[in-house]
């Protein structure tokens, strides 16, 4: 039974949502250059100049990973430009160890891919990798920065290869109200975190190919097929989140317990230091003011003991 949904829109963080407003060929209209504000040309704030995006062409992903378990909960669009490039976006939801490596890892899916039969030159096209994090990197997570272009460099910062780049974005990181959205790259981040929580198109968001997305991302207008694998799609989003929150709270008072424990052993190691310290301290007193007495001068006494002829002269 499908039991009705509260949102008027999807979660575009689901998997569900993210497929059906980017990556299914009936919506192919959100992914062309005619339309000002479009999917592609979120893309196309993230690519460099000589890389913009004019037209794309849906491909299979399967070899990315074949089941949801296999993707960890992530749909993976795989799609290439007319004039050759090829991207991969994946929505990735949860931290995992080597998510770096796994990047790298799938781009060399789309190298490989390029190889011709006979004779070939190895001329390839450009390759992008890019990722949409519901998370934030560990080594990033003071940093206000969201957006990271990762890309290959020689020792002098120069880039040695541009056909091939990472890109990622830290969605968590992004906080701007509807008020303060200023770029076309704002409103699509802001979509991506708050379209469910929406329950009209705001003023900065409509016309053109976001009034086109609203209504492909309005449940009202889904069949009851669609709206049931949308349920099964958020819960597992949902139960998701609950895990990830758990682990992370878990981690917190597991952290805490740590700190504890650390601060008292650091705590006993700063009294012992602080007493050997304030020891020493009592020792070279009793010893200038034996000195003073046995007549030496006070010069000679600041030599011996480090201290200053003023300080010796007081005690």
């Known amino acids: 039974m499908v039991f009705p949904l509260p949102d008027k829109y999807i979660d575009l963080l689901t998997d569900f949502g993210f497929k059906r407003v980017f990556g299914t060929e009936p919506n192919k209209a959100l992914l062309m250059d005619e339309v000002p504000l479009s999917a592609i040309d979120f893309l196309n704030t993230l690519l460099p100049p000589h890389h913009q995006i004019q037209d794309v062409t849906i491909k299979n992903p399967e070899f990315l990973g074949n089941t949801l378990v296999d993707?960890?909960?992530?749909?993976?669009?795989?799609?290439?430009?007319?004039?050759?490039?090829?991207?991969?976006?994946?929505?990735?939801?949860?931290?995992?160890?080597?998510?770096?490596?796994?990047?790298?890892?799938?781009?060399?899916?789309?190298?490989?891919?390029?190889?011709?039969q006979g004779n070939w030159n190895y001329k390839l096209t450009a390759v992008y990798t890019v990722g949409i994090l519901d998370f934030c990197f560990d080594d990033h997570k003071h940093d206000?920065?969201?957006?990271?272009?990762?890309?290959?460099?020689?020792?002098?910062?120069?880039?040695?290869?541009?056909?091939?780049?990472?890109?990622?974005?830290?969605?968590?990181?992004?906080?701007k109200s509807v008020d303060q959205l200023e770029t076309h790259f704002d409103k699509w981040l802001f979509l991506l975190r708050h379209l469910a929580s929406c329950n009209a198109p705001p003023e900065p968001l409509q016309g053109n190919v976001f009034a086109q997305l609203f209504e492909v991302?309005?449940?009202?207008?889904?069949?009851?097929?669609?709206?049931?694998?949308?349920?099964?799609?958020?819960?597992?989003?949902?139960?998701?989140?609950?895990?990830?929150?758990?682990?992370?709270?878990e981690g917190l008072?597991?952290?805490?317990?740590?700190?504890?424990?650390?601060?008292?052993?650091?705590?006993?190691?700063?009294?012992?230091?602080?007493?050997?310290?304030?020891?020493?301290?009592?020792?070279?007193?009793?010893?200038?003011?034996?000195?003073?007495?046995?007549?030496?001068?006070?010069?000679?006494?600041?030599?011996?003991?480090?201290?200053?002829?003023?300080?010796?002269?007081?005690l």
């Open 144 to 175: 206000s920065e969201l957006l990271h272009v990762v890309e290959l460099k020689n020792q002098r910062c120069e880039v040695f290869y541009d056909k091939l780049k990472f890109i990622y974005v830290e969605l968590p990181k992004f906080t």
């Open 217 to 249: 991302a309005e449940i009202a207008n889904f069949s009851s097929e669609e709206q049931a694998l949308y349920q099964d799609s958020l819960k597992v989003y949902r139960d998701m989140y609950s895990v990830n929150q758990t682990l992370i709270q």
């Open 253 to 314: 008072e597991q952290g805490r317990q740590e700190g504890l424990e650390q601060g008292r052993q650091e705590g006993l190691e700063q009294g012992l230091e602080q007493g050997r310290q304030e020891g020493e301290q009592v020792g070279i007193q009793k010893v200038v003011k034996q000195m003073k007495a046995a007549g030496l001068p006070l010069k000679d006494i600041a030599q011996y003991t480090g201290l200053s002829v003023d300080d010796i002269d007081q």
């Open 71 to 116: 993707r960890r909960a992530i749909f993976d669009i795989y799609c290439q430009s007319t004039s050759g490039e090829r991207f991969i976006v994946e929505m990735q939801k949860a931290k995992q160890t080597f998510f770096k490596d796994r990047s790298v890892y799938y781009a060399t899916f789309e190298i490989q891919e390029q190889a011709q």
